[in-house]
Structures are given as structure tokens and as C-alpha cells.
């Protein structure tokens, strides 16, 4: 057993406690907000992440987890002291490290002799070589260990990862870090630093490259009169090519991929290293919310000034509570600019969004509506009852971002269906 302090408890250093702790670490958790510290004493964690309370709560019971407010208790008591501060994005694209570097200043004296700091931060390449000259303690080594956890899938992706990575220019106490992860069987990559950091922005951005890819093949197979359905389902069945994300939609959104995207970005730029692909991967992106608008302008027949719409899903994927750069506010905004009035409905959302009026069903969002707009891929979405739903709307449209919905029963339900990258199915 080791003892592990976590410097913030946000989404990344809160799974990161808990699921030490389920390990059988001891772990002391600290973050600044005192009645977020508050609550998570009594296990209420405030977010939507399946299993994440009940592993809370099992750490406080055992003994195993605890709360501080401040960060002296969990920097001057551990063997291994993890930063999971933010990252965000600065003005210049770049990863802003005023987190990481407030918590350093902190940590030069506060951590013992002999203590591991653990970058777990998402931090631009080099950045773990540079924190170990600004703490300038030959007692004490840092290492790099980037996080791989989906929002709506983090303990799953914490206790049984597909890989653990840690990057150091001291090996040893990489393969300390390494043992703190035994209990999860996972392959580990112990390399450099900077090898270790670049990892976790490099598949990100691939994802978003893939998720772009399938965005525009969908846009040329409604030029083309082909099914993108048909497209991808063949492209999946090579396994050089993998089955994930080749699903299209509004856009990628949440609180990595537009971060990571415009760091790495900004990384290649300082390197003077030209990077076409991914710039035209961040472009699509920005693209695609005017391209989804065009099709709801299209299908309710030209002009949106006036038009009701209701919106399904407002977060930025399914399984998770996030609204940080949804793709479905990104349409949202555009559309109310251009007249319409919107209602919307998620499953994890209560609160009105900007233009959007948040309602408390789907049914509530159809009634009196001219259209409906799918996109979040939350799986009840497919399970609606369409014949009530098409009795209470002005209109019978829809148009499915995230091709989610049952084509036949739609369609039999007097619906005019309009997916991205398949033909239109006219009621």
C-alpha cells in the first residue's frame, strides 16, 4: 500500500483518488473549493459518472479516502503526489499551466524527501522536464502519467485500462508509479517524458481526425447518393482501420478533444513543424454545426425565422452530464441566430442553455413543434413512442445528427426523416 495525495478533485482527480483507493492505496485528496470538499466528504460527488459515487463511498468507509481542503496535507504526507489540476485552453491556443505551476510553488518545500510528483495534468511536451527544474530538488522525481478516461466510462477506463504510460528521465521512479497500478493488469509503456505526454494528445487528436473523416464522407455520400451506414460498416470490418468512431454527428465537443486538438496544434507551431491534417481536422469540426443547420433550414422548408424546433440532447455526448463546447449548443446558437425558438430535452440536463428552454420529456419538447432535432445519441431517444409524439407536433420532421433513430417506425409514423450521409426518408 502506498500513500498518494491527489492534488484536485475534479473529474480526473477524483477518479483518480477513488480508484486508488479501491486498489487499496491510502489517499488523501485536496482541492480549494471547501464546499466541494464539503460534499465529497459525504460522498456526493455532483457529476453524472456511473460508479464514481459508490467507489467514493466505499473508499470513505474503509478508511482509505479522505477529503482535505488545501494542499499541505496531501503534498507533505505522501510517497506519490499526483497534480490533476486544469489545463484549459489560453488565448493563444495553447495549454495554460497557471494551475500546474500555483500548485508547484506550493509543492518545492511542502513535499518530502524521497516523494514522486506525478503529472497526471493533460501538459504540452517538455513540461515534466521543465517542473523538475522549477522544483530543483534532487530528492525528489517527477514523472508524467497521462489519464485515458472516457466521461460516462472513467472507473471502467481507471481499474481496467487498456494501457498505463508513464514517462520519466528517472526510470526507477517511473516503475514505482507503474506498481501503483498492479492491481489493474494493464501493459504499461515506461518512456520519456515527452514521449509520455505527447501519447495522450496524439490519440486524442487521431480520434477527432477519424471523427472529422466520417463527417465529411457522410456530407459526400448525400452528394453521391450513397449510405454512410453501408460506408463505415465495411470500413469497420478492416481491422487496420478499427470499429470506433466512425459514427457521424454534429461535431466533437466535450472537455478534451477541442482542448488537445488546438494544444498540439500550438506545440507543432512553436516546434515550426506544419501540421495541415490536424488544423484541417479542427476546421471540419467548426464546419459541421453550419452544415447541420443548413440541413434543418432545408428541411423545414428554407427559412428557420419563427420555426419551433425541439432539440434531443443538449450534452455533448451520451452518458455524461457535459455541456463543455457541445456540438449541440453549437447548433443551437446558430440556430436561434437565425429565428428559431427552441425547446430542448436530456436525460442530465435541467437547466435552461442559452436560447434553449429546457424541458422535462421529449413528449414535452414534440408538442406544438415544426421539427425535431436529434443531437445527443442517448439510446431512449430511439425508444420513443412516434405516432403520439407525430399527434401532438405542427410538423412531422426530424432531423437525426446521429443517424440513432429506427428508420422503419419513424417513417411509418408519418415522419419526413433527414439523417447525415444517408437518402431521405419522405413520409
Not at 158 to 173: D, H, K, N, T
Not at 382 to 409: F, G, Q, Y
Request: proline share 5%.
Amino acid at each position: 500500500m502506498a500513500r498518494i495525495g491527489v492534488v484536485g478533485a475534479g473529474y480526473v482527480g477524483l477518479t483518480t483518488a477513488a480508484c486508488f483507493a479501491r486498489l487499496g492505496h491510502s489517499v488523501v485528496c485536496a482541492d480549494v473549493d471547501e464546499a466541494k470538499v464539503a460534499a465529497l466528504g459525504r460522498a456526493e460527488i455532483g457529476a453524472h459518472e456511473p460508479g464514481l459515487a459508490d467507489l467514493v463511498a466505499e473508499g470513505l468507509r474503509a478508511r482509505r479516502l479522505r477529503f482535505v481542503l488545501g494542499n499541505a496535507e496531501a503534498l507533505s504526507e505522501a510517497d506519490f503526489v499526483f497534480l490533476c489540476v486544469p489545463t484549459p485552453t489560453g488565448a493563444d491556443g495553447a495549454a495554460d499551466l497557471t494551475a500546474v505551476h500555483a500548485v508547484l510553488r506550493e509543492a518545492r518545500d511542502a513535499v518530502r524527501p524521497g516523494c514522486v510528483l506525478v503529472i497526471k495534468s493533460t501538459v504540452p511536451a517538455g513540461t515534466t522536464e521543465r517542473v523538475a527544474e522549477l522544483v530543483d530538488r534532487p530528492d525528489v522525481q517527477v514523472v508524467s502519467n497521462p489519464e485515458f478516461l472516457r466521461e460516462g466510462h472513467a472507473v471502467d477506463d481507471f481499474l481496467r485500462p487498456q494501457r498505463v504510460v508513464v514517462g520519466s528521465e528517472a526510470e526507477e521512479a517511473a516503475r514505482r508509479v507503474v506498481a501503483l497500478y498492479a492491481g489493474t493488469g494493464a501493459p504499461a509503456l515506461v518512456t520519456g517524458s515527452a514521449s509520455a505526454e505527447l501519447v495522450k494528445y496524439a490519440s486524442n487528436c487521431f480520434l477527432a481526425m477519424k471523427l472529422s473523416y466520417v463527417n465529411s464522407l457522410a456530407e459526400l455520400c448525400e452528394r453521391v447518393g450513397a449510405d454512410i451506414g453501408d460506408v463505415t460498416e465495411g470500413m469497420r470490418l478492416d481491422d487496420r482501420i478499427g470499429a470506433a468512431f466512425l459514427e457521424p454527428g454534429p461535431g466533437w465537443g466535450g472537455s478534451c478533444f477541442p482542448k488537445d486538438t488546438r494544444a498540439l496544434l500550438s506545440t507543432a507551431e512553436d516546434a515550426r513543424v506544419d501540421f495541415p491534417l490536424l488544423r484541417a481536422t479542427i476546421g471540419t469540426n467548426g464546419h459541421q454545426a453550419h452544415r447541420v443547420v443548413g440541413m434543418v433550414r432545408e428541411a423545414v422548408g428554407g427559412s428557420l425565422a419563427g420555426v419551433r424546433l425541439g432539440l434531443l440532447g443538449l450534452t455533448f455526448k451520451a452518458g455524461t452530464d457535459d455541456l463543455r463546447d457541445s456540438p449541440a449548443l453549437a447548433v443551437a446558437a446558430l440556430l436561434a441566430a437565425e429565428g428559431a425558438w427552441l425547446t430542448g430535452y436530456d436525460p442530465c440536463v435541467t437547466a435552461d442553455c442559452g436560447p434553449v428552454r429546457v424541458l422535462g420529456s421529449a413528449e414535452a419538447v414534440a408538442e406544438g413543434a415544426d421539427g425535431l432535432v436529434v443531437l445527443t445519441e442517448w439510446p431512449e431517444f430511439a425508444e420513443l413512442d412516434w405516432p403520439n409524439l407525430a399527434s401532438t407536433m405542427t410538423d412531422r420532421v426530424i432531423v437525426d445528427t446521429r443517424n440513432l433513430l429506427p428508420v422503419e417506425k419513424v417513417t411509418e409514423a408519418g415522419f419526413h426523416l433527414v439523417s447525415l450521409g444517408r437518402p431521405t426518408t419522405t413520409r
